[in-house]
């Protein structure tokens, strides 16, 4: 089986894929403090709540925006599983061309997430991942990664709200019943929730006009998609586990090169 782990500012994401089968997908916290110990016990009990083991794994691949915990996360896949995972960034085989400036820049998770979301539903398409930040990614028909937007995520800017007006408080990122709330809380839900559903939208329209992008496919990932009510015509597909897939299609390219 591989393993393929998804490094995210919040949360990593875990999958084990049997073949091109998804068995098993978990999530942790993505804390930093966290020991390879600790997060080899992590992933062991999860693994054994499944019936698996680490003798399982026979390969690893990881994509991180997160370069502080990358040496925890490596030395643990080493020692626990024996294994050292293939790290992917803008260098690793993925038969897309990045129309980037700088493609050094470009996250891995977004990488990752064009090359699932290609693979997976072809192009043109757009990738909205609603996150710790706000990320649209544009990849065209011919499987060329054309750039995108990045916003501050629904979650960093409700925060931000709170720590820039002390008298408001913190709040559950629920969606409103009403436009106009009657409450502090409805007011701040209302006008997180209903503003980055505007900005989402409108990002998305506006680049759907883009030549390239005539006809995209729109494709949603990121837990904090679901507080997004998007256009009918926009018509969105829903993939929470498209990180996780772009992982092992890289992994599948990647595999003789990284292990022979």
């Not at 894929?17 to 993505?30: E, N, P, T, Y």
């Not at 403090?33 to 709540?49: K, M, Q």
Request: hydrophobic share 40%.
């Amino acid at each position: 089986m591989i393993l393929v782990m998804d490094i995210g500012n919040t949360n990593v994401k875990f999958g084990l894929f049997d073949g091109a089968v998804l068995k098993q997908s978990w999530r942790i916290s993505a804390s930093k403090s966290r020991t390879a110990d600790e997060l080899g016990v992590v992933i062991g009990n999860l693994f054994a709540t499944a019936g698996l083991s680490y003798k399982d794994v026979h390969g690893v691949i990881m994509a991180s925006v997160q370069p502080a915990l990358n040496y925890t996360v490596e030395h643990a896949c080493e020692y626990y599983i024996g294994k050292k995972p293939i790290i992917v960034n803008s260098d690793i085989l993925t038969d897309m061309k990045f129309m980037y400036t700088n493609p050094e820049e470009l996250g891995a998770d977004r990488i990752v997430n064009a090359v699932a979301a290609y693979g997976e539903y072809g192009g043109p398409c757009i990738i909205v991942d609603c996150g710790t930040a706000t990320t649209f990614s544009a990849v065209n028909a011919d499987g060329a990664f054309l750039g995108g937007a990045i916003a501050p995520g629904i979650k960093a800017s409700a925060d931000a709200l709170t720590e820039a007006a002390s008298k408001l408080p913190k709040i559950e990122l629920n969606k409103p019943k009403n436009i106009i709330g009657k409450s502090t809380i409805s007011n701040m839900q209302s006008g997180i929730i209903n503003g980055f559903t505007g900005l989402v939208n409108y990002i998305l329209i506006k680049m759907k006009k883009e030549d390239e992008l005539s006809g995209a496919k729109v494709i949603a990932t990121g837990g904090l998609s679901e507080l997004i009510d998007f256009d009918e015509g926009l018509n969105v597909i829903k993939d929470r586990a498209l990180s996780i897939k772009g992982l092992k299609l890289i992994y599948d390219k990647n595999y003789d090169k990284y292990t022979r």
